[in-house]
């Protein structure tokens, strides 16, 4: 299968921008549910904490899927897992669509769509790698990063305007443009060979399972939910140890820097996804702003922000180091967060600029995460290396969605820091932020720790 040459895959200008047109609806449906999580939770009559799982349940499934379509195409080839991928994930929006009126229904249906959606970012990488001639990577790994960057900002934008002028369950529809791409993808990607690999399902499946029983422990607080999350990872540990081919690389636990490295871009990247969920609640609350307004108008600015942080971020990099861009990134959130929690209450269009810091901050902090992460990893360890990190940097937003529901929910401490709001929701939001703020404060701190001995 590695002998195929990079020319068989037919009409490869055609192929830029159908891999851009599906990573864009793969991505965007990951922010487009945001701005209707308040519309959900007042239709079911559901806390918080429950509605947050429409996106967490997609996140969890998302981030699992992407490292097993990774391991799978050595084993299947890329043309059969990416259209299997897109029919999964069209099938999930059927779902969605169908069984709109059902709760538990609506969250599977999410969870499917993760499991197809990850096919995408996880084999576009591959498609590029092994069918585009080399003088043309570079366009197409730009031309999809920009597509992706798009999807996700004009995600919350699309999701409001079709919330507030249809319905939140329409927006199970817009996945179902992805599938227009299968004719292309089945006539010009050549057929791969099928090789024997090894794919551990059991690790797999012990670690999504200990991730799904902590997400919901912190969403509902309830101690069986803990214990099953610790059974689960204590016998992933075990299997770890012992495995012939593990599903996570012993080498990788081993390396101190490292696991330094990517648990604390977990901790930065999950407090701000948590502190984003908060939002469209807030707006609700505070300003009694519609679904539409929320998404373009509050979340949309600071989401096409990331673009331009980013190539910003990367520059910096270049010339200063990540911990520089680190910690340029971490101030930033903690001074933006911090000026939230004080004024956030006084017009909603602050707030639609300080999202713009906080996600300029964020892009700086996967930018110098991701780059740290690198240089900490051998040359033969950076795949599986930098394959690990995305997944745990799509598990740590999901859980910090499910974190931010699980705070909403809970009533009876805290107090208001925002002076037009000295109220229980006031209490809440406040809260929020604080707890929210020592997160990101502690993950910063852990960064610095970990590569304050070497200069990245």
Known sequence: MKNIKMQSFKHQKKAFWWLSFVAFFSVMNETVFNVALPDIKNQFGVSPAAANWVNTSFIISFAAGSVVYSRLSDMYGVRKLFVAGLIIYGGGSLIGLSAQSYFTAVIFARFVQGAGASAVPALILV??????RP????KAFGLVGSLVAMGEGIGPAIGGMIVHHIHWSFLFLLPMAAL????FFLRNMPAEAAV????????????TISIVMFAVYISLYHVFYLAAGIFCLIGAAVHTRYAEHPFIDRSLIKNRRYIGVVLAGCIVLGSVAGIVSVVPYMMRVLFSLNADIIGSGIMLPGSVGVIFFGVAGGALTDRF???FVFTLGWLLILATIAAASQFGDRTPWLMTMLLVFIFGGLSFVK???SNSAAESLEEEAAGAGMGMLNFACFLSEGIGV?????????RGFGYSALPAMDNAWGAVFSRSFAI????????????LLTCKRKKS
Not at 402 to 410: D, P, Y
């Open 135 to 138: 003088e043309g990577r570079g």
């Open 436 to 447: 929210f703020t020592v997160f990101v404060l502690a993950g910063g701190l852990l960064y």
């Open 127 to 132: 498609i590029i790698t092994r069918y585009v």
């Open 180 to 183: 227009m791409s299968i004719p």
């Open 402 to 410: 499910a974190f931010a529901g699980g705070l909403m929910a809970v």
């Open 196 to 207: 024997k690999a090894n794919l551990d399902i059991i690790g797999i499946v012990l670690l």
């Open 367 to 369: 930018t110098s995460i």
């Open 321 to 323: 180091g990540s911990r």
